[in-house]
């Protein structure tokens, strides 16, 4: 599958008013409660002197949903016993991390081409991220 490149870096907030469809669109209606979890679970495992649950953002690109982020701090620690990764990161680049890892690990699991689609286009999008070389260092 290919997947166009993502020129513009700049993921939008999801407004309030959209919030309830964006896990049944990035994750497909039948996974979105597993889903939910396994980002949140991710999140507390590779920061796990930083994170401490919370409100969660939602952000889209060209209103396609992208990735969920904490919201309640802007810095976290990341130390992966996934990757070896450590390192300090902003809540966005956090959230895909965690949305990353969440995407592929629920792949494995369940037949879905939401979850397929929902990481490459992340993964795109991530490639110009600012914080791009701790995103790849963080889930290789």
Known sequence: MTTPSIESHHATLVPDARREMFLPTLFG???LIIA???VYTFMERL????YGGGFW???EYEGGP???APASTSRFRIESD???YQGDVSAEAGGIIATLFALSHLSFRHQSDDLGRGYERLRTYSDGHPEASAIFQAID
């Open 47 to 50: 920061c796990p002197r930083d």
């Open 66 to 68: 992208l990735f969920m």
């Open 36 to 38: 939910e979890n396994t």
């Open 82 to 84: 996934i990757t070896g």
């Open 57 to 59: 953002n939602f952000y």
């Open 29 to 31: 209606p039948r996974l």
